[in-house]
């Protein structure tokens, strides 16, 4: 059972659609980190949200951490195919230290 | 090039076997982690060092061990090799020994690891 629950799975979108993956858990995370693994490298931080209720904008990428720090939603608008992509959410619990546990990942898939 | 080095990037090797894998963290940075990533488990945390004192253990088989050592970089060493050990290996780096906290981590490519 994964802490950091992640939906969808997979996502397949035709390139200028927006999409919305989601990060969901049970524990409440002193921080919450989007990254993003393009296949036979590693993941790449795209951002760190640490205050409830946070939005942080990169170009057309939009992070929400969720007001009570269990949850956050990661926004495309008009994905390219430069966005394909596993998108992964990975918290950090103060009382373990901020070790990083990963959620299991979102498959993005935008087809030209 | 993201700083942190991994090699090599590729193993195979036969079952029964043991391998060690390197990893050299991004200059400054004093954390290690180790992750495991197959295809049906996602990324799962394996262990960490800071300046050369082992920090945490997430879910390491008795079989795998590590080590860092006082230049920094970290070995992982995996033996009895089985077949579903086959999986990426990466290692991440980050300043502090509290890498969630405005720290992000910072990945090597991995390595592949494949266990005939």
């Known amino acids: 059972t994964q802490l950091l629950e992640q939906s969808p799975q997979f996502l397949s979108i035709q390139e200028g659609e927006n999409l919305t993956v989601y990060c969901n858990s049970s524990?409440?995370?002193?921080?919450l980190q989007w990254y993003r693994q393009e296949p036979g490298e590693g993941p790449v931080l795209l951002v760190t949200?640490?205050?409830?209720?946070e939005v942080k904008k990169l170009k057309r990428l939009t992070f929400q951490f969720g007001d009570a720090r269990k949850d956050s939603s990661l926004h495309i608008t008009a994905a390219q195919p430069g966005d394909t992509g596993l998108y992964l959410c990975?918290?950090?619990?103060?009382?373990?230290?901020?070790?990083?546990?990963f959620g299991g990942g979102t498959r993005v898939l935008v087809k030209p | 090039d993201s700083g942190v080095t991994q090699t090599p990037k590729h193993l195979i090797t036969a079952t029964g076997q043991r391998v060690t894998l390197r990893c050299s963290p991004r200059?400054?940075?004093?954390?290690v982690y180790w992750y495991q990533q197959s295809l049906d488990q996602g990324l799962q945390f394996l262990i960490q060092?800071?300046?050369?004192?082992?920090?945490a253990k997430g879910n390491i088989l008795e079989r795998f061990s590590a080590q860092q050592f006082p230049d920094l970089h970290s070995e992982l060493n995996l033996s009895s090799l089985e077949l579903g050990d086959s999986a990426l290996y990466f290692c991440?780096?980050?300043?502090?020994?509290?890498?969630?906290?405005?720290?992000?981590?910072?990945f090597g490519s991995g390595t592949r690891l494949t266990v005939v």
């Open positions: 990975a918290g950090g619990i103060k009382a373990a230290g901020n070790k990083l546990t």
């Open positions: 991440a780096s980050s300043p502090s020994g509290t890498g969630g906290m405005g720290y992000g981590y910072t």
């Open positions: 200059s400054g940075d004093l954390s």
């Open positions: 060092y800071y300046n050369g004192e082992e920090r």
């Open positions: 524990s409440v995370f002193s921080s």
């Open positions: 949200v640490v205050t409830g209720g």
